[in-house]
C-alpha cells in the first residue's frame, strides 16, 4: 500500500516505461484505480501499466474498465512481456 503520490514521483523520476500494479485484497481497487488514473494523467501516458493479483482474479470485470496494457497471473508472464518490448 505504497502512497499514490509516492509512487507517482518514483515512476517520474526513474522514467520507467512500465510499472506492474499487484492487488491481494478487493478492498483496495478503488485506491488501485485511482493510483492508474493517476500515473495516466501524470505521465501522459507514455507508461504500460500491467495488473496482477488475487483481487483481479476475484473481480475480472474490472480488468477491462482500467484501460491498462494487460493483466498477467505471475512473475514469468510479466518477464516475458517486458522482454518483448524495451521497458526500463
Request: glycine letters at 6%; zero cysteines.
Amino acid at each position: 500500500s505504497t502512497p499514490r503520490d509516492e509512487f507517482i514521483k518514483v515512476a517520474q523520476y526513474l522514467e520507467l516505461d512500465a510499472v506492474a500494479i499487484s492487488v491481494t485484497n478487493s478492498y483496495n481497487l478503488v485506491a488501485a484505480r485511482k493510483t492508474i488514473e493517476l500515473l495516466k494523467e501524470k505521465l501522459d501516458g507514455r507508461i504500460k501499466i500491467y495488473l496482477g493479483g488475487r483481487a483481479f482474479e476475484d473481480n475480472t470485470g474490472i480488468i477491462s474498465s482500467l484501460q491498462i496494457d494487460g493483466y498477467l497471473n505471475n512473475f514469468e508472464s510479466l518477464k516475458a512481456e517486458l522482454e518483448r518490448g524495451d521497458p526500463k
